[in-house]
């Protein structure tokens, strides 16, 4: 593992399910990020959390839902999501976040999602 | 507008050869730019990243260039092995007034290296 983890790998889930996704990173890192990857765009952001405060929220729908209790652990609570939204969700963390920063991410392994 | 193109959008190659990777920006004001290779079904990990400075950087295998005024970066994979076929994403870093920093990643170039 590469000092991020993600759990599960894969999820299956009903448009009117609830689900939530984990990240815990081991690295120290100050920020943690979600993004979504989807097949044929780029890495789109989603949430930054920087010492535990959310920092950006890119209009994401509010059936996303970020959580970040710890510096170390960031989640992803999912609800009523839409078959669009079936993608591989990546968490990542950097040492700091900010505009002086050059530190690159540590990602995790991501969860495959199908919204069925 | 800001956008980072790749090229090709794939690749197959035989295994022992060499490759290039192209990377072209329109990103301003320019902050750095990153290569990532993707496993299929893991994420991106970093392999090198350059400065506005900086015209050439190797990690082992690769050696990324860039030519701040053209606005163009290529990853230049040497002697390649299977274990080289992922997808290889650049991403470019913009200052923003105020504290953050806005990535702009590329979509990719899949490389397949076969035996």
């Known amino acids: 593992e590469t000092g991020v983890t993600q759990t599960p790998r894969h999820l299956v889930m009903g448009m009117t399910n609830k689900k939530s996704l984990k990240c815990e990173q081991h690295l120290g890192h100050n920020a943690m990020y979600w993004y979504k990857q989807s097949a044929k765009k780029p890495l789109e952001l989603m949430f930054v959390?920087?010492?535990?405060?959310?920092?950006e929220n890119n209009s994401v729908p509010s059936r996303f839902s970020p959580e970040c209790p710890n510096s170390s652990h960031l989640f992803l609570h999912l609800h009523t999501l839409q078959p669009e939204d079936s993608a591989l969700y990546l968490c990542?963390?950097?040492?700091?976040?900010?505009?002086?920063?050059?530190?690159?991410?540590?990602f995790g392994s991501g969860t495959r999602l199908t919204v069925v | 507008k800001n956008q980072v193109e790749q090229s090709p959008q794939s690749l197959i190659i035989l295994e022992g050869k060499n490759c290039t990777l192209q990377c072209n920006y329109t990103v301003s004001p320019f902050s750095n730019l990153r290569w990532y290779k993707q496993d299929t079904g893991r994420g991106p990990v970093s392999l090198t990243i350059m400065t506005f400075s900086e015209n050439t950087k190797s990690n082992g295998r690769y050696t990324a260039t860039l030519d701040a005024d053209t606005k163009q970066s290529s990853l230049h994979i040497t002697a390649s092995q299977l274990s080289d076929s992922a997808s290889y994403i650049c991403?470019?870093?913009?200052?923003?007034?105020?504290?953050?920093?806005?990535?702009?990643w590329g979509l990719g170039t899949s490389l397949a290296v076969n035996p």
């Open positions: 990542a963390s950097s040492q700091d976040w900010g505009r002086r920063s050059n530190y690159g991410y540590t």
């Open positions: 959390y920087s010492l535990e405060e959310r920092v």
């Open positions: 991403v470019v870093s913009q200052y923003n007034a105020g504290n953050n920093r806005k990535l702009i």
